[in-house]
């Protein structure tokens, strides 16, 4: 079976005290980046120990070399810088909001960004090893227009082919490393799901269907000539960071041209009511795969197997059961913060969703 795996799981991880420590240590100035280095080292081979012991079938690095699931790997681009600025839309209940991107001239890929980490991580596995980005929308989708140096690029579509290209020239390199299981993060579709969020798309001067037809042309444009053998996949949810959440609202206003990104399969989250229903996977185009987020990373309680069985037999209904799979509606740990709960109720639910993955497809 080629990716998404049946059981399967979106990416981050919550980060081991030690390398919290060590991290906040580093930020100090306390340790060297060596020091932090072999931290990093000894708690991914850690974390992928505990996911084979699972049975999962795709490893990830728990994203323990990231601060944040974007910005570090946004900011490996020259051009692109992080900031803060206030923000349209935030996260509920939250004073501490995610830092802003701003593009302060042209975006190029002059080094390989994540290529070296995922060699560390194949290295370290017998699994297969998964390597998750975030996808190019996100340079765009919150400081919009304004966050992009008119200097640098008078016109956008300038800005969109510059991104595309160092897409690819990233991808390039990962399959080239040995990458066969490539995931783009994008919280455009979900976010632009939400009236509000659309509202204030539209107070900005952006189009809302507009844009989630732009950003799913650049998630192509960065996929043209994609390396053989290279799966892709997208997933995308509503906000996560600290538990808290960005948007609401069904996929209905934006699934048809999500579906149109040229990947193999879509993780969606469907953890609670704010993710709508099943109705508009009836979409989904034929020989794609929806991984169905109905476990969440926000909340320690572990979901009932009867629960999630009855959730997957009502997915079915609407597109066939071969073509849906199981997952966490989102990372355990998009930010290093984490989300709230505990070691032992993340590994729980990743446990869950592999048993009952087995018990429904085998």
């Known amino acids: 079976m080629t990716p998404p795996f049946r059981a399967d799981q979106v990416g981050s991880l919550l980060r081991p005290p030690e390398l919290r420590e060590a991290r906040a240590r580093h930020r100090r100035g306390e340790i060297a980046p060596e020091a932090l280095r072999e931290i990093e080292d000894r708690a991914i081979r850690d974390a992928i120990a505990k996911q084979e012991a699972i049975g999962l079938q795709a490893v990830t690095d728990g994203e323990f070399r990231r601060d944040w699931w974007h910005v570090d790997f946004l900011t490996g681009f020259a051009g692109v810088e992080s900031t803060t600025a206030p923000l349209v839309v935030g996260f509920k209940d939250s004073e501490e909001q995610p830092p802003m991107l701003r593009v302060t001239a042209r975006v190029r890929r002059t080094r390989p960004v994540f290529v070296e980490s995922f060699r560390f991580m194949q290295a370290a596995t017998a699994r297969m090893a998964k390597q998750t980005i975030p996808a190019p929308a996100m340079l765009h989708l919150r400081p919009g227009r304004a966050g992009i140096s008119r200097d640098a690029y008078p016109e956008l579509k300038e800005f969109w082919w510059d991104v595309s290209r160092a897409y690819r020239e990233e991808i390039r390199d990962l399959a080239a490393a040995g990458c066969r299981y490539l995931q783009l993060d994008d919280t455009s579709f979900a976010y632009l799901c939400d009236p509000d969020f659309r509202a204030s798309m539209v107070k900005r001067g952006d189009d809302p269907k507009q844009l989630a037809r732009t950003y799913a042309d650049a998630i192509n444009a960065a996929l043209v000539d994609r390396p053989s053998g290279l799966a892709v996949t997208m997933h995308t949810c509503r906000g996560n960071f600290k538990s808290t959440w960005v948007a609401s609202g069904g996929y209905e206003p934006v699934v048809e041209t999500m579906f149109a990104a040229h990947v193999d ?70 930010t290093h913060h984490g989300n709230l709960l505990s070691y032992d109720e993340q590994w729980r639910k990743l446990e869950r969703i592999v048993e009952v993955a087995r018990e429904v497809w085998g």
């Open 265 to 334: 399969g879509f993780f969606m989250e469907f953890d609670s009511e704010r993710a709508g229903d099943f109705a508009p996977l009836r979409f989904l185009p034929r020989g794609k795969k929806v991984a169905l987020g109905l476990v969440t990373t926000k909340l320690g309680e572990l979901e009932g197997k009867d629960t999630l069985k009855r959730r997957i037999e009502a997915a079915a209904k609407v597109v066939p059961l071969e073509d849906l799979c199981l997952s966490p509606q989102c990372g355990f740990a998009s």
